[in-house]
């Protein structure tokens, strides 16, 4: 491949790609990585079924950064004169080489992981109507404020299990009050409310109906177990995916505050985030719906940090600076 094809190849395969993974992902990654004894595609072919994607997946990211990285250590050897490239050429090249080959491998059987994402196909799920509207209809009596809470304010599982305060402010106005669970003095927030216009959306009228029948105020707790049972009856009654579990409501209902314009900022204290980072992981807003959010205010404990995603050259820049970026050093090839 000439400099002009990598440089198109590196393009392609690194338009999509996250540079700022999860911390539990990166462990992940690298731990993954760190097996690897020399040959990638042998690597990957000896895997489990139920890992072979994941391994996939781990492998892809660091060799697409690592071809990434070797076009940009090209360029600025050459911006400073260095006249013998051939041998950054080449690497390069190799870097190309083993991407194609760890991207051909397939495993018939295996389990994808983006099969199994909780925030791919909501665009899907909703194509024959809001799907949450479906669970709730399809909902037994003991899990249908769950479902609703769920689809509403999109609560942690966890956080449901602490107990979250449900409470009619004005005629059409539902407070929905919720103590956090992945909060420390950097991450997450201790507690945070969202206040919901019960006229913009049928499900949240259908809540605050139960909230009033409950006399205006509800304390709501269920175990996070029984909460994913809910949801399979609830998707088994409504013919849908068993798939789906308490976070495709939570990724759901992301999707629509970005589709309803909310800031990044506002999305991040919805859903309990200390960062902008976390929130921007979640679904994106084309998988939203339109007039499916009927939140109108959100206020949080914490603080929320605002970060932009780093452009291709300053996350290669990072290299091993940050704690949990994984060393490139180990993927000499």
């Given at each position: 491949?000439?400099?002009?094809?990598?440089?198109?190849?590196?393009?392609?395969?690194?338009?999509?790609?996250?540079?700022?993974?999860?911390?539990?992902?990166?462990?992940?990654?690298?731990?993954?990585?760190?097996?690897?004894?020399?040959?990638?595609?042998?690597?990957?072919r000896s895997a489990p079924d139920s890992t072979f994607y994941k391994r996939k997946a781990a492998l892809l990211w660091r060799l697409r950064?690592?071809?990434?990285?070797?076009?940009?250590?090209?360029?600025?050897?050459?911006?400073?004169?260095?006249?013998?490239?051939?041998?950054?050429?080449?690497?390069?090249?190799?870097?190309?080489?083993?991407?194609?080959?760890?991207?051909?491998?397939?495993?018939?059987?295996?389990?994808?992981?983006?099969?199994?994402?909780?925030?791919?196909?909501?665009?899907?799920?909703?194509?024959?109507?809001?799907?949450?509207?479906?669970?709730?209809?399809?909902?037994?009596?003991?899990?249908?404020?769950?479902?609703?809470?769920?689809?509403?304010?999109?609560?942690?599982?966890?956080?449901?299990?602490?107990?979250?305060?449900?409470?009619?402010?004005?005629?059409?106005?539902?407070?929905?009050?919720?103590?956090?669970?992945?909060?420390?003095?950097?991450?997450?927030?201790?507690?945070?409310?969202?206040?919901?216009?019960?006229?913009?959306?049928?499900?949240?009228?259908?809540?605050?109906?139960?909230?009033?029948?409950?006399?205006?105020?509800?304390?709501?707790?269920?175990?996070?177990?029984?909460?994913?049972?809910?949801?399979?009856?609830?998707?088994?009654?409504?013919?849908?995916?068993?798939?789906?579990?308490?976070?495709?409501?939570?990724?759901?209902?992301?999707?629509?505050?970005?589709?309803?314009?909310?800031?990044?900022?506002?999305?991040?204290?919805?859903?309990?985030?200390?960062?902008?980072?976390?929130?921007?992981?979640?679904?994106?807003?084309?998988?939203?719906?339109?007039?499916?959010?009927?939140?109108?205010?959100?206020?949080?404990?914490?603080?929320?940090?605002?970060?932009?995603?780093?452009?291709?050259?300053?996350?290669?820049?990072?290299?091993?600076?940050?704690?949990?970026?994984?060393?490139?050093?180990?993927?000499?090839?």
């Amino acid at each position: 491949m000439t400099l002009i094809e990598l440089r198109h190849f590196m393009a392609d395969q690194t338009k999509d790609m996250k540079f700022d993974l999860a911390a539990s992902t990166q462990a992940d990654y690298a731990r993954i990585i760190r097996a690897v004894d020399g040959d990638f595609v042998a690597y990957l072919r000896s895997a489990p079924d139920s890992t072979f994607y994941k391994r996939k997946a781990a492998l892809l990211w660091r060799l697409r950064f690592s071809l990434a990285e070797s076009i940009i250590s090209f360029d600025e050897a050459s911006a400073l004169g260095e006249t013998n490239l051939g041998w950054r050429l080449d690497q390069t090249r190799v870097y190309a080489d083993l991407v194609k080959s760890v991207a051909a491998e397939t495993r018939k059987g295996a389990r994808s992981q983006k099969g199994k994402s909780k925030k791919v196909g909501l665009k899907a799920l909703s194509k024959k109507g809001d799907f949450r509207e479906r669970l709730a209809t399809a909902a037994g009596k003991a899990g249908l404020v769950g479902i609703l809470v769920l689809s509403i304010a999109g609560v942690r599982p966890a956080e449901i299990a602490r107990g979250v305060t449900l409470e009619v402010s004005r005629e059409h106005w539902l407070d929905i009050d919720i103590n956090g669970v992945k909060h420390t003095q950097s991450t997450g927030h201790k507690r945070r409310a969202q206040r919901h216009d019960a006229r913009k959306w049928s499900l949240t009228a259908q809540l605050l109906a139960l909230v009033k029948k409950a006399g205006g105020k509800l304390l709501f707790s269920r175990s996070p177990d029984a909460l994913r049972d809910d949801i399979k009856t609830a998707a088994t009654r409504a013919k849908l995916p068993l798939t789906i579990s308490p976070y495709t409501l939570r990724h759901r209902f992301s999707a629509d505050l970005k589709k309803a314009g909310w800031s990044p900022v506002e999305i991040a204290k919805a859903m309990g985030h200390a960062s902008t980072r976390t929130s921007g992981r979640y679904a994106r807003k084309q998988s939203g719906g339109s007039g499916t959010s009927s939140m109108t205010a959100v206020w949080a404990s914490g603080e929320v940090r605002e970060f932009g995603k780093p452009t291709l050259k300053e996350f290669a820049k990072m290299g091993c600076a940050k704690p949990n970026t994984l060393d490139s050093d180990q993927f000499e090839p």
